[in-house]
């Protein structure tokens, strides 16, 4: 399974630490940055990458910002991303359970590495139950539709 990996210039330090669990747990990486910490705005990489997950480039998206808000918005401006910002496990793994959530985005100024670990490998593991909760994902999709200018 392929993971598209983005972040600007705050989640930089976080970025290689959640790369190497990942390539640990046996996911293919793809790193759609930002490479540096020079100054860079979230947006870009929020739409670069909920992008690759809409055109099959990969399989899922993870996203690192400050507080994973910003770039999690930027990701939800594409059609068909549903993305969720995340500080526990818990509702990690529920979102892929009930919202078959496609990209996760945390802030490294909210989390320390280890949490973040846990977050990611719970928001993994974690597989869309389907049932009523396809209904859920189907009206949100009609929401979308709506709003198609």
């Not at 892929?96 to 719970?122: D, P, Q, W, Y």
């Amino acid at each position: 399974m392929k993971i598209g990996i983005g972040n600007d210039h705050v989640g930089i330090e976080l970025k290689p630490i959640i790369k190497s669990y990942l390539e640990e747990l046996g996911y293919e990486v793809i790193d759609f940055g930002a490479h540096s910490n020079e100054r860079t705005d979230y947006p870009e990489y929020g739409k670069t990458v909920g992008e690759a997950v809409i055109n099959n480039k990969v399989d899922l998206g993870i996203l690192i910002c400050g507080t994973g808000v910003g770039i999690s918005i930027a990701a939800n401006k594409v059609k068909g991303i549903r993305a969720v910002v995340c500080s526990d496990p818990y509702t990690a793994k529920l979102s892929r359970e009930h919202n078959n959530t496609n990209v996760l985005a945390f802030g490294s100024r909210v989390i320390g590495s280890e949490l973040a670990k846990m977050i990611v490998r719970e928001w993994l593991e974690a597989e869309f139950e389907g049932g009523r909760h396809q209904n859920r994902i189907n009206s949100i999709a009609d929401i979308e539709q709506e709003y198609i200018c």
